[in-house]
């Protein structure tokens, strides 16, 4: 099993499939062509499920950083006799310099050894264990993978094998590319493979001049979560998935084992809030989209809307397991699929149209199709939102009440009155929606708020806490500063913390065993609402909390073990980066005494 904290790797991503390679030179998990398929390596979650490793023999001082503004990573080493840079990534289509990413990815990673100072001992050892490690070694290319390499010798056991010598000014180059049957040859050259690396350094950082104009506190924070939110982006579909990973626990020897290689409709439009630093609709326009599309008929069919999809729009995300994985740190299962794709979850009615309204001005003008949509999806919010769910947790037990999917559905109706013009509605029917909006308001203020508690709850005529409730400010219900605002963010504050000041997002059953830990996402809606409140210095400190727990690259994972502070969950998810997209911005606002943040991040 593996064994290796999760801070220790770093993403390289082609805005189609991703690597996660170890700080000492391993690529440990690798997914291609699409981030949802089965893994090439994936040592990630078993010793036995392939990897790929450049290392340096006796390296004593490592470095690692990602060129600006780009997924390219750079890691120096050094050992008694001299010194190496290693550089890789997974490459960007050729001549690709304008504002999009990956239109035409070759599926290919590419890593390039340089010798710089003395002389360095190089080892390679490349060890491909197709579909999760089922398919057994592959060094012929019969799955579809071409390695180059100028140096390799295999063994019996499928693995092929270097050792060499470089000298200052001397270097190596690989690359593994997926190459589909009947493509033509994919043998890449040392030249062709430094060329393609400075292709897609100037892509990355084209792409980032671009889009990236945050002025601000954390901006190196806040930029590198920005491109790693575009990294997690499908771009032939538009499509966002929420991590890279499948399976890295909630907490070490837990079955929270879940994978979060798809596309979650409430993930991807923050995700989508949260990346929108410049006016560039074309992304918005491909992601609604893309929504539309995978989700034809459904609100006329079924009534509802599914929560989540492949990212080429696959409907039936069945789950499964993988039973002769063991598991990071021994946490079974290993899981593939998601079976969350069937639940009832209403509140993402509010985060697909709070999407739409924030980035309206960059979008435009909707598509025919996708305004009717976006009005269909209004109206299940005020058909459905008194019916219980499964909530943005997901609880796998009986629906409740959730005031966290209220609150969303009284946010689809009100963003939805004031697209009314763009989504081509008629007055009778923004009648309707303006109704419904006071209706929910009303329940939520009666019914989501306990004075046993001093709160509002996690759900109706409860009493338990929920970091959810932290958004009823953050999405404009309630004012920052009014009294039961205050008072459920200083009592999430006390009783939903641990010991680091971490927040965890509700401490109920929820249907499975074990516990959590920390949500790192909850930390920076705590932060949010602090700065909303006019709190800044509190939520500065809030904030620096969860972002000092940024790997060395400025990586996050979903949560964080409350004793150690360990990364624990899926990585790098995209909801820990928005939440400090958004906080940081927030607490940018608060101390500037600019209005509250309700329309667009990070301008």
């Avoid at 997974?90 to 710089?116: F, I, K, M, W, Y």
């Avoid at 993988?322 to 998601?338: A, E, T």
């Avoid at 009440?401 to 008629?426: I, N, P, Q, T, Y």
């Avoid at 205050?486 to 965890?504: F, S």
């Amino acid at each position: 099993m593996s064994r290796q904290p999760i801070a220790e790797y770093a993403l390289l991503s082609d805005c189609r499939s991703a690597a996660l390679v170890h700080r000492s030179g391993s690529v440990d998990w690798l997914c291609l062509p699409r981030f949802d398929a089965p893994s090439v390596f994936g040592r990630l979650l078993d010793d036995r499920a392939g990897h790929w490793s450049i290392s340096v023999s006796r390296s004593t001082t490592l470095h690692r950083r990602y060129l600006d503004g780009t997924l390219v990573l750079e890691t120096k080493h050094e050992s008694p006799t001299g010194r190496l840079t290693l550089t890789e990534a997974l490459a960007v289509g050729a001549n690709e310099r304008d504002h999009r990413l990956a239109v035409q990815s070759p599926h290919v990673l590419l890593r390039r050894a340089e010798c710089t100072v003395g002389s360095v001992d190089l080892e390679m050892e490349y060890a491909p264990r197709p579909d999760y490690g089922r398919a057994g070694a592959d060094l012929n290319g019969d799955s579809g993978l071409v390695f180059s390499s100028p140096v390799a010798h295999a063994d019996e056991n499928g693995i092929a094998r270097a050792r060499v010598t470089l000298r200052a000014g001397e270097s190596l180059a690989f690359a593994l590319q997926y190459q589909p049957a009947g493509g033509q040859d994919g043998r890449w050259t040392e030249q062709e493979i430094a060329e393609r690396l400075r292709e897609t350094i100037a892509a990355w950082q084209t792409w980032s001049s671009h889009h990236q104009r945050y002025d601000g506190p954390w901006p190196e924070l806040v930029k590198g979560s920005g491109v790693v939110l575009q990294g997690l982006t499908y771009q032939p579909t538009g499509a966002i998935v929420a991590a890279a990973t499948t399976s890295l626990p909630e907490v070490v020897g837990g079955e929270r084992n879940w994978d979060y290689r798809y596309t979650w409709i409430r993930d991807a439009s923050l995700t989508l809030e949260a990346l929108w630093v410049a006016a560039c609709p074309d992304e918005a326009i491909q992601f609604f989209d893309f929504v539309s599309g995978a989700a034809v008929g459904q609100l006329h069919e079924v009534g509802d809307l599914q929560i989540m999809f492949g990212v080429g729009g696959e409907r039936d995300l069945t789950e499964h397991e993988l039973p002769h994985l063991s598991g990071w740190r021994d946490s079974r299962p290993v899981r593939f699929g998601n079976a969350a794709w069937n639940q009832r979850q209403v509140d993402v009615y509010g985060e697909l149209l709070s999407a739409a309204h924030r980035l309206r001005s960059q979008v435009g003008k909707f598509t025919s199709g996708t305004a009717g949509f976006l009005a269909d999806v209004a109206d299940a919010a005020l058909h459905r939102w008194e019916e219980p769910d499964h909530g943005i947790w997901e609880m796998r037990e009986e629906p409740r009440h959730f005031v966290h999917s209220k609150l969303m559905c009284w946010v689809a109706l009100d963003r939805a009155v004031e697209l009314a013009d763009l989504l081509g509605a008629e007055a009778e029917r923004v009648s309707r929606w303006r109704d419904g909006r006071d209706q929910i308001r009303r329940a939520i203020l009666e019914r989501g708020w306990s004075e046993l508690v001093g709160a509002f709850t996690q759900t109706f005529d409860g009493d338990a806490l929920d970091a959810s409730t932290l958004l009823i400010p953050i999405v404009g219900f309630l004012p920052g500063d009014d009294p039961k605002v205050r008072a459920t963010v200083n009592a999430i504050a006390e009783r939903l913390t641990d010991r680091r000041g971490l927040v965890y997002r509700y401490r109920v059953d929820d249907g499975l065993e074990g516990k959590e830990g920390a949500f790192l996402l909850c930390t920076f809606w705590l932060a949010h609402a602090l700065a909303l409140g006019g709190e800044p210095a509190r939520a500065r400190e809030v904030f620096g909390r969860a972002a000092a727990l940024a790997n060395d690259v400025g990586l996050l994972a979903e949560e964080a073990d409350g004793a150690t502070g360990e990364l624990l969950g899926n990585f790098p998810q995209a909801f820990s980066h928005v939440g400090l997209v958004n906080a940081a911005w927030a607490i940018q606002q608060a101390e500037t005494g600019r209005a509250a943040p309700t329309t667009k991040p990070l301008e």
